[in-house]
């Protein structure tokens, strides 16, 4: 799985993607290693990490964001971009370049203002 990760993420954004793929391929090897050597505490601390998570997630998003999270809209977009979403987003605060940011955020600003835009006509009772 950390192979498809690494594949994609470079096809995605190629240095960012080479700069996080020695930390997947690390992590999974690392929690290979615990599974072996203590398969039953690793895996149920895993789990529970897991669910406490998405739990934490769904309680950020009803309540800071007023809508349900990615994960109803979009399977592949929460598992799979979200997580290089928010690699770029730590590398943009570490300087990571800077023209791809700006445009990012600009079309990010415009799908925003678009989104709300069609919620907002559609509360109207307008169509589009």
């Given at each position: ?9 470079i ?46 997630q ?8 007023g ?10 977009m ?14 943009f ?36």
């Amino acid at each position: 799985m950390a192979l498809y990760y690494s594949i994609f993420y470079i096809l995605l954004e190629p240095v960012a993607g080479s700069i996080i793929t020695p930390i997947l391929l690390a992590g999974t090897a690392y929690s290979k290693h615990l599974t072996t050597v203590a398969a039953y505490p690793a895996n149920q601390i895993a789990g529970g990490v897991f669910v406490l998570s998405w739990i934490a997630q769904f309680i950020g998003h009803g309540a800071f964001e007023g809508r349900a999270p990615a994960l109803f809209e979009n399977l592949h977009m929460a598992l799979v971009t979200a997580p290089f979403f928010e690699w770029i987003e730590l590398l943009f605060k570490l300087g990571y370049r800077p023209e791809l940011e700006a445009r990012m955020r600009k079309s990010v600003a415009e799908e925003t203002a678009r989104v709300k835009a069609a919620k907002a006509s559609k509360k109207n009772g307008k169509a589009q």
